[in-house]
């Protein structure tokens, strides 16, 4: 059995900083072989793609966020991070880590908060 256990989330006012981090664990589970995503779910939305790290550190973002957020992974630590500058009130959602392989089953965390008001 595989878990994502994301946290780092809370309430910081606009122009701050958070970093999430999401811990993947599983007997039979090899991170540096997943590609990792956050996605996340703004209130009363749709659930978005924010940020793509790949198992060879390639990474990519959505626009909303490009220039604010950076996703990184230690595979030596099985985890996967995002750092959240710059933040407005629009970023506010529950963020999800994502874990995907090709040919494997996809996994996911039970999300964190985030929200960004004065």
């Known amino acids: 059995q595989v878990q994502l256990v994301e946290s780092g989330g809370g309430l910081v006012q606009p122009g701050g900083s958070l970093r999430l981090s999401c811990a993947a664990a599983?007997?039979?589970?090899?991170?540096?072989?997943?590609?990792m995503r956050w996605y996340r779910q703004p209130p009363g939305k749709e659930r978005e793609w924010v940020a793509f790290?790949?198992?060879?550190?390639?990474?990519n973002y959505a626009d909303s966020v490009k220039g604010r957020f950076t996703i990184s992974r230690d595979n030596a630590k099985n985890t996967v991070y995002l750092q959240m500058n710059s933040l407005k009130p629009e970023d506010t959602a529950v963020y999800y880590c994502?874990?995907?392989?090709?040919?494997?089953?996809?996994?996911w965390g039970q999300g964190t908060q985030v929200t960004v008001s004065s």
């Open positions: 790290v790949s198992t060879g550190d390639s990474r």
């Open positions: 994502n874990a995907a392989r090709s040919g494997r089953n996809a996994y």
């Open positions: 599983g007997s039979e589970f090899t991170f540096s072989r997943y590609n």
